[in-house]
């Protein structure tokens, strides 16, 4: 998950501003104006989700009795840091080469080539590699609603087709980084992106943004609806500038997925107020070095949370979409 800003697979604040429609147009526009067509989103035929196909019909009546589930399974919609979603590994004997291949080919399918690239960073680092990972398969692909899902130490990825309902990446998604290190991170640098947008505020707009304490569970990002109640500072309050560092924020945050995935996000922003209905929190507590560079912060709307603890390892958790009425 790219912490650049240009060449290394991040959106281009134009690009960015022009498919969201900027902070102002999002507001105007609302649900109605949606252009289904510009975002589409994953589907069933998009490359991870073939490869996820191709998986599950290689599996043997052994394996689909220790990792396929029915869609609606519990387990599905679970999230946490550190936890293996069923127990074998993708390294042993369990899977074949070819399977582990198509697991390959699934997570590069739902990243972009840099996302891509630092995962396998990650995931050696934390864990010693995909291989001590593990994953499983709710539903049947290519006979109605299914899903794919990975999950290991700082590690939660999914691939769905867009068989969840208005919900991005399929549902509630982890990144992190054991290394404790800030300068090896490779997250510090959407901590340092976030603090941009800190130092652009004033000092009644700071007020508002810095909280003392951080949300007790830092896994809870329940999607709140139009009703909710968002900490910190909303982004329609700031001006233009700063919502420009907000939005060039927002970009780095999602470069390293697929562009169907960011697309997905950028439709579900806008159909529900824009980048304006969004708020942004930064807490004091874990304060690293106490140096003013907030290392544990929070963009939240009616359809949107990212919750980034980076103190001092990095757990983040993203949960977009619409909030479920029944």
Do not use: C
């Not at 999914?158 to 997250?187: C, L, Q, T, W």
């Amino acid at each position: 998950m790219t912490t650049h800003a240009s060449s290394n697979g991040t959106i281009s604040r134009r690009a960015f501003v022009q498919a969201v429609g900027g902070t102002a147009a999002l507001t105007a526009l609302g649900a109605s104006n949606l252009n289904a067509a510009l975002f589409a989103g994953p589907t069933p035929s998009s490359a991870a989700e073939t490869a996820v196909t191709e998986f599950y019909k290689t599996l043997s009546d052994n394996q689909r009795g220790q990792i396929v589930f029915p869609f609606d399974h519990e387990l599905r919609t679970r999230i946490n840091p550190n936890w293996h979603i069923t127990k074998p590994e993708i390294g042993q004997d369990f899977y074949t080469d070819k399977q582990r291949t198509l697991i390959d080919q699934i997570v590069r399918g739902v990243t972009s080539k840099d996302g891509y690239g630092r995962l396998q960073h990650q995931m050696s680092d934390d864990a010693g590699g995909i291989e001590h990972f593990s994953v499983a398969v709710f539903g049947e692909p290519g006979k109605g609603d299914f899903e794919f899902e990975l999950t290991g130490r700082h590690l939660t990825l999914r691939a769905d087709g867009d068989s969840v309902d208005k919900a991005a990446f399929g549902g509630p998604i982890v990144y992190g980084h054991g290394v404790d290190d800030v300068a090896e991170n490779m997250y510090y640098g959407q901590t340092k992106q976030a603090n941009e947008v800190f130092r652009s505020l004033d000092a009644d707009q700071a007020r508002k943004a810095l909280i003392t304490k951080a949300p007790p569970v830092e896994s809870a990002v329940q999607i709140q609806g139009d009703g909710g109640s968002f900490p910190g500072i909303g982004i329609g309050e700031l001006k233009d500038d700063q919502k420009q560092l907000v939005e060039e924020s927002l970009s780095m945050l999602l470069a390293p997925y697929r562009q169907e995935d960011r697309d997905e996000v950028m439709e579900i922003v806008k159909g529900s107020g824009g980048v304006d209905k969004l708020h942004m929190a930064f807490y004091q507590k874990n304060d690293l070095e106490s140096d003013k560079v907030w290392d544990i912060w929070r963009v939240e709307g009616p359809t949107f949370v990212w919750h980034f603890r980076g103190a001092p390892h990095v757990h983040a958790y993203i949960n977009i979409g619409h909030r479920k009425t029944t």
